[in-house]
C-alpha cells in the first residue's frame, strides 16, 4: 500500500508539472500550452525583481503586468548587479561561502513566494539560472567566476526539484556570448542537471547584444528554442535580419528577441558610461535631470512598437519588452546601474507596456499561423527605417503589414485567390480604419491616414467570406 500511494504522488506531481509546461509546436515554428493551444510569448524584462523587490513590491510588479497584457517575466535569480556579494532586500545572499553547492534556504523562499504568485496570474516565469558573469566569458562582472561544468550541474538539478511543478521556463546564460570550451560545457551541465529531475520545461539561451544562441546552440539537443539580443545600438535595429537568420535555420527551432531596444534607456548608453560619471546630471533621488549628455537620445514607445511588429511579422513566436527603470528595479535615492528618469512603478505605466495589450490583441490568434511574406509587397523594400515586415497565414486569406513610417506601399492583391477587406489598425491605441474592399486583385496602393516619425501603422487583409 505504502509503494502504491508513492507511485500515485509520484504520478500526480508529474502530471501537475506536465500541465503547467509549454512545448514546441509541431512545426517547430511557436510554443503550445500543453493542451496545444499556441502561447504568444510577450515578456517583461524584469532582471532585478529577485534581488531588489520585497514580497509585496513583487506581488505589484506581477499583478500590474498580467492586467497588461504579458505573458511572461523574464527574471535572474543571482543577480548581475553584486548578486553574490550585496543581499537581496532581506538580507540574503543566494549561497553561503559563495558555493553554488550550498543554496541558502531563506534567499529561495522569497523565490518560491514571486513564482507561485506569477503562476497564481496565469504568469510563466522565464528564469536565468545566474547572470552569465558566473561562468567564465569576456567579460568580467562584480561578482567572481563560481560556476563550472561540474557544480552547475548540481545546480540546474536543486533548481529543477524546487521548481519542476511550476509554470517556468529556463534561460540560461545572461548577456554574454560563449568565450570558449570551458564555457560551453558549464551551460551544457547546467542544462543536463535541469533535464535530469524529468522535469519537461523548456530552455534557451540569452546570449550578447546582437548575436543569437543558434550562433553556438542550434543542434544542440537541450535547448528547445533560440533567443537572440538585438539590442540598444541604435534607432530601428535591423531585428529582421536575426529572425531571418534564425528562420532558415536546420533543425528548426522557435525564435524571439528576448532583449530589443528597452524603453526610456539611451542609445548606446555604454559609450558614456564608459567616460563620465554621471553623478552631476542626477538629482537629489538619483533620477535624471539633465539628459543632454546622452546625445543620440533614448528609446521610446516608438522604438519598442517597431521592433515589436518587425519581430512578430518575420517569424518570431513571441516579443520581450523591457524599461530602463524596470529592469532595474530602481527605486528612488537608491543605486542604479544606467541612469533613468522614473522609479520602477511610475516606469510600470509607461507608453510602451501599456501599448503591448494592442500588440496582444492582433497577433493573439494569428500569430502562430504566420509566415513572413515578401512577395505580398510590390513596392522597393530597403533595409533601413523604411523597411516593410509583411507576413500571410497559410491558407492566403489574411495578411499583415507593418508600416514603421507609415509611408505608403503597394501591395500585390494576387496573393490572395477572393476579394480582399482592408482596415487600418492603430498600434498606437487599437483603434480600427476602414481602407476600402478589393474585387479587382492587382496590384494596389495602401497610404496610411498618417506617415511620418511615430506614425507607425499596421494594414491588415483579409479575404471577403
Known amino acids: 500500500m505504502r509503494c502504491f500511494i508513492l507511485l500515485l504522488t509520484l504520478l500526480c506531481n508529474y502530471l501537475i508539472a506536465n500541465s503547467q509546461a509549454l512545448k514546441v509546436s509541431t512545426n517547430k515554428r511557436y510554443l503550445t500550452q500543453a493542451d496545444g493551444k499556441p502561447f504568444l510569448w510577450i515578456g517583461d524584462t524584469a532582471w532585478e525583481l529577485f534581488h531588489k523587490l520585497t514580497d509585496e513590491e513583487a506581488d505589484f510588479y ?34 553561503t561561502s559563495i558555493s553554488p553547492l550550498r543554496p541558502n534556504e531563506k534567499f529561495f523562499r ?33 561578482d567572481p567566476v563560481i560556476f563550472n561544468s561540474q557544480n ?69 539537443d537541450w535547448i528547445d528554442f533560440n533567443t537572440y539580443q538585438s539590442g540598444h545600438a541604435h534607432h530601428f535595429m535591423p531585428v529582421y535580419k536575426f529572425a531571418q537568420t534564425d528562420y532558415q535555420k536546420n533543425p528548426v527551432k522557435p525564435f524571439l528577441d528576448a532583449e530589443p531596444a528597452y524603453e526610456d534607456i539611451p542609445v548606446e548608453f555604454w559609450t558614456f558610461l564608459k567616460n563620465k560619471q554621471p553623478n552631476a546630471i542626477m538629482n537629489k533621488d538619483s533620477l535624471l535631470i539633465d539628459p543632454s549628455p546622452f546625445k543620440k537620445g533614448f528609446f521610446t514607445d516608438y522604438d519598442v512598437r517597431v521592433h515589436a511588429y518587425w519581430n512578430l511579422l518575420s517569424g518570431a513566436c513571441g516579443y520581450t519588452y523591457g524599461h530602463n527603470a524596470v529592469w532595474q528595479m530602481f527605486k528612488k535615492g537608491g543605486p542604479y546601474m544606467i541612469p533613468t528618469r522614473n522609479d520602477w512603478k511610475v516606469a510600470l505605466q509607461s507608453p510602451g507596456a501599456n501599448q503591448i495589450r494592442y500588440l496582444k490583441e492582433l497577433f493573439q490568434d494569428r500569430f502562430y ?33 507593418y508600416l514603421a513610417l507609415g509611408q505608403a506601399t503597394d501591395v500585390d492583391l494576387k496573393q490572395f485567390k477572393r476579394p ?37 501603422w499596421t494594414l491588415i487583409l483579409e479575404t471577403k467570406q
Open 110 to 142: 522569497h523565490l518560491d513566494h514571486v513564482i507561485n504568485k506569477a503562476a497564481s496570474l496565469g504568469l510563466y516565469m522565464a528564469l536565468l539560472p545566474t547572470w552569465a558573469d558566473k561562468v567564465v566569458s569576456n567579460r568580467a562582472g562584480k
Open 152 to 220: 552547475a550541474s548540481a545546480y540546474g538539478e536543486f533548481l529543477a526539484r524546487r521548481y519542476t511543478k511550476k509554470p517556468v521556463i529556463w534561460m540560461l546564460g545572461g548577456d554574454r556570448d560563449i568565450k570558449n570550451t570551458e564555457a560551453y560545457n558549464t551551460w551544457k551541465a547546467m542544462a543536463a542537471g535541469i533535464k535530469s529531475v524529468g522535469s519537461k520545461q523548456l530552455i534557451t539561451y540569452h546570449p550578447a547584444g546582437e548575436s543569437s544562441s543558434s550562433r553556438w546552440f542550434q543542434n544542440a
Open 62 to 95: 506581477l499583478a500590474t503586468r498580467a492586467k497588461q497584457g504579458f505573458t511572461v517575466i523574464q527574471a535572474v535569480i543571482i543577480s548581475e548587479d553584486g548578486g553574490l556579494s550585496e543581499p537581496d532586500t532581506y538580507g540574503q545572499l543566494p549561497f
Open 369 to 401: 499561423n504566420l509566415k513572413p511574406t515578401a512577395g505580398l509587397i510590390a513596392s522597393i523594400n530597403s533595409p533601413d527605417s523604411t523597411y516593410i515586415a509583411a507576413a500571410m497565414n497559410s491558407q492566403n486569406t489574411l495578411g499583415i503589414i
Open 420 to 456: 480582399v477587406v482592408t482596415w487600418w489598425y492603430d498600434p498606437r491605441n487599437g483603434s480600427k480604419k476602414p481602407a476600402g474592399v478589393y474585387y479587382q486583385l492587382s496590384k494596389q496602393q495602401f497610404i496610411p491616414p498618417t506617415s511620418g516619425i511615430g506614425n507607425d
